[in-house]
Nanobody, 126 residues
Framework: QVQLAESGGGLVQAGGSLRLSCAAS????????MGWFRQSPGKEREFIAR????????YYADSVKGRFTISRDNAKDTVYLQMNSLKPEDTAVYYC???????????????????WGQGTQVTVSS
């Protein structure tokens, strides 16, 4: 049974930092590309970042480029999202997701991801 478990969310002031973790189990982690998405009330799930299975390539949404960094440790079956210079508009539930698909142009599409975590709340106060 595949499980993805996010942690590290919380309440932070604008300008602060948080580091999210997502631990995978029941899956050959190094075979999967990993993504981070977020969702705010009343909004669609939004792509944030993705890292390829070997960590060699990353993708970011324009809204977080230069502030967020995705990384992974295949020895620990864990993917991370370092979030710096946080803004109130970053407030959302953050989800990690896994896919073994490699379809050019679809890296940011949530429908191409097979497995999802339960999410962790990030709240940024102004």
């Amino acid at each position: 049974q595949v499980q993805l478990a996010e942690s590290g969310g919380g309440l932070v002031q604008a300008g602060g930092s948080l580091r999210l973790s997502c631990a995978a189990s029941g899956v050959t982690f190094s075979s999967y590309n990993m993504g981070w998405f977020r969702q705010s009330p009343g909004k669609e799930r939004e792509f944030i970042a993705r890292i390829d299975r070997n960590g060699g390539r990353t993708y970011y949404a324009d809204s977080v480029k230069g502030r967020f960094t995705i990384s992974r440790d295949n020895a620990k079956d864990t993917v991370y999202l370092q979030m710096n210079s946080l803004k109130p508009e970053d407030t959302a539930v953050y989800y990690c997701a896994a896919t073994n698909l490699d379809v050019a142009g679809w890296e940011r599409s949530p429908e191409t991801y097979d497995y999802w975590g339960q999410g962790t709340q990030v709240t940024v106060s102004s």
